[in-house]
């Protein structure tokens, strides 16, 4: 990596929402934009948004391997090895996810926090302390992550929700077809209400038909008129339950103003996965549909380097990639995905690249979005305020 800063930077070619341009950056800020009649050299983005990550577990694959594969397994091996966390261990692998991501170009992240008893774990007030480290580089959101039969129970679900309004932070549960869903989640629902908190679910992420608790958090979202401020991960079950039900449920959804994150690595990886056995079940929420109804799709990482998925970066744009081949997605079509549509979620603004606005962006070399994202070494130029620092072939 090396940063440098010049008052003053021509970048010329530009693929920008469709159109050729040349973009002057001056003191920071983007000084004009004007059309250019040559073809693009590079695409850009503004600095992109992750709206789903775990910085409490990642860069654990090393160490914990899942006794079987799939979704349950790696639960399993995340709780043994979170046994042994303490604040080292767990500053030194969130600091290097950090740098990792910064690198890549993100701007802001939501990282969810396992929260599995009553008071604040560990990682959640070491993750409070670092967030205030990387204020002004990255701004981290946290969202704490209890199981729904937890989360649901009056008294210990008030004393989080009331923790997490202290913290000015994101209450969230994981939802997988529980007994008296309907009972655990309309409390949730509550006590969101009452303390005006925003909502995260990890909801319906495995392949059973009968998993459908993300109709019942559309219908909660209407009922206590939280439009905006749900956000829903995986439902992965919306991809193999009948369509006619899948089309009325994703038009309430957007009815209600819930919006749906999705997570194709992680996905990928734990869905339909059995040893021996080539999968068949990608467990990939119907993007497409979703988008043409009107509900906002977000892109997240998930995890990095843990035992739910040993692989996989902070790097938003490696996300759009594998996103794009297991979605068949128009890569430039979605950068709303990575950018606006988490901002949103995340209730943040976005750096738009606009005359007057602060130069924050990504720059990729290639002639077009499918160009830029087809070699992974592509360079790639990351300017904040300005500032340069380079990525890739070049940069090393
Ligand atoms: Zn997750």
Known sequence: MKARFAVKTELQDILLKGRVVDISVQNGTIASI??????????????????????????????CQPAEPGLFGAIEAMATDALNWNEADLRDRIEKALAEAY??????????????????????SVLGEIMQDWRGKIAIQRASLTPLDMLGDVECGTAIASQVHKDS??????V?????????????????AHYELMLDFHVDEGLEPEASAFDRIVDLTQQFSMAGRVLCGHACSLSVRPMAEV?????????????????????????????G???????????????????????????????????????????????????????ADWLDSITTNPARAMGREINEIKIGGSADFVLIEGQSWEEALRNPN?????FRAGRTQSVGKEAA
Request: proline share 7%.
């Open 34 to 63: 004007s059309p250019s009649i040559r073809s693009a050299q590079q695409v850009i983005l503004p600095l992109p948004v992750d709206p789903h990550v775990h910085l409490d577990k990642t860069f654990t694959a090393n160490r």
């Open 103 to 124: 690198q890549n170009g993100i701007s802001a992240m939501r990282s969810h926090v396992d929260w599995t008893q009553k008071e604040a774990p560990l990682a959640w």
């Open 169 to 174: 932070e994101v209450m969230g549960s994981f």
């Open 176 to 192: 997988y077809r529980n007994e008296n869903l309907d009972i655990l989640l309309e409390q949730v629902f509550r006590n969101a």
């Open 247 to 275: 089309s009325r449920v994703i038009a309430k959804a957007a009815d209600a103003g819930v919006a749906l994150t999705v997570l194709p690595t992680t996905n990928l990886w734990l869905q339909d996965n059995q040893n």
């Open 277 to 331: 056995k080539t999968p068949r079940l990608r467990g990939l929420a119907p993007m497409h549909e979703l988008r043409a109804a009107g509900v906002p799709v977000l892109l997240g990482a998930d995890n990095v380097a843990d035992p739910f998925f040993s692989m996989g970066t902070y790097d938003a744009l490696d996300v759009l990639r594998n996103a794009s081949i297991v979605a068949h997605l128009a890569p």
């Open 378 to 382: 592509a360079l790639r130029q990351v």
